[in-house]
């Protein structure tokens, strides 16, 4: 058994706290800040090099005798298996769902804010039957450019490519190149549209509607619907309500409009700001959507609706303070 077997092995066992100090100090990994690798998880590579906030979750097993890289807040989800003799590269705010199968017999890349979703699967070598018979073997990388959905259950076959800005629909069959823009299903995924002529053109006002459409989600779902809280609905679109101790508020900055009133009646104010240069001074908790950034505050709405804003509709938010 190889020294990094062993590690690989160790590291599957050890408590997640002292993971990422294991990968500093027996495999020279480079890790960034609050790096995070869950309870039976393990990874390795010939070099790895995880950036800020990235995390790979619980159950996941990732092998690579090439290079393994995961930009900042690339998240790699749960009961995924990631493994061969060449290099996996994820782009930061990128995605893998869980359970997805990626062979890399040769290098998979992920752009940036790009997602492969659940049950993906990728593979870079195909072969069975006797190449010494005449069968084929077929070898080639695989790449996504920058902000490409996979959607659920698509297999990408050798040689791959699926240039920037496009969608793939679920159990698709990409065997080949896709064209950037592209939008692709079937099997084989061919193109049935183009990525801008679906995309709406969001103009300041279309901004400041889809945050208060956002605000009344969160609303009905998480605050009336699973946390049983009263909530009160405000003229202005906010939203207010009462939970443990604290009395909050919930209100859009919006791009238009006059300047947004502090309100000093003691309440906790979280703010969707939309309207650009301006955040709430001497406050911690608001939710740039304009530079997709926010604060590392703590306080548990706050948190609970920036990681629903990512669940939900896809609002990726990195920390101000790390700027």
């Keep these: 058994m190889s020294f990094k077997t062993l590690i690989f ?12 100090w294991i990968l500093r100090v027996f495999c020279g990994a480079q890790l960034g800040r609050h790096v995070k690798i869950g309870w039976f998880a393990s990874v390795m590579g010939r070099h790895i090099a995880l950036g800020d906030y990235s995390e790979v979750r619980a159950l996941t097993l990732i092998k690579c005798d090439g290079d393994l890289v995961l930009g900042p807040y690339a998240i790699v989800s749960s009961f995924n298996l990631i493994y061969g003799a060449a290099g996996f590269f994820v782009g930061e705010h990128s995605y893998i769902g869980p359970q ?17 979703g659940a049950r ?20 080639g990388a695989v790449t996504l450019g ?30 080949g190149s896709l064209p950037p823009g592209t939008i692709a299903e079937g099997n084989p995924a061919r193109p049935v549209g183009e990525m801008e ?48 101790k604290k009395i909050y508020r919930l209100a859009i900055a919006t791009s238009v409009g006059p300047t947004p009133t502090i309100t000093a009646d003691g309440s906790t104010t979280i703010w969707l700001v939309t309207r650009p240069d301006w955040r709430p001074a001497d406050s911690p908790h ?6 997709n ?31």
Aim: proline fraction near 5%.
């Design 197 to 244: 002529r679906m995309r709406r053109t969001m103009s300041p006002r279309r901004v400041d509607a889809a945050a208060a459409h956002m605000l009344r989600h969160f609303s009905e779902l998480m605050l009336t619907g699973i946390m049983s809280v009263p909530v009160e609905t405000e003229r202005s679109g906010g939203v207010r309500f009462r939970h443990g």
């Design 100 to 116: 997805c199968l990626i062979n890399t017999d040769e290098d998979v890349r992920l752009g940036r804010w790009s997602a492969l």
């Design 293 to 323: 950034r926010m604060t590392s505050d703590r306080d548990p709405i706050y948190v609970e609706l920036a990681l629903f804003l990512k669940r939900y509709y896809g609002v990726q938010l990195a920390y101000a303070e790390e700027e």
């Design 286 to 291: 608001w939710l740039d959507l304009t530079n």
């Design 120 to 139: 993906c699967m990728v593979y870079t070598h195909g072969s069975f039957l006797p190449y010494t018979e005449g069968y084929w073997v077929r070898f």
């Design 146 to 175: 920058d902000y490409v959905w996979c959607a659920a259950g698509v297999f990408l076959q050798p040689a791959s490519e699926i240039g920037s800005h496009s969608f793939v629909n679920s159990r698709s069959v990409v065997g």
């Design 9 to 20: 092995a160790m590291l599957f066992f050890c408590p997640p706290v002292v993971k990422p």
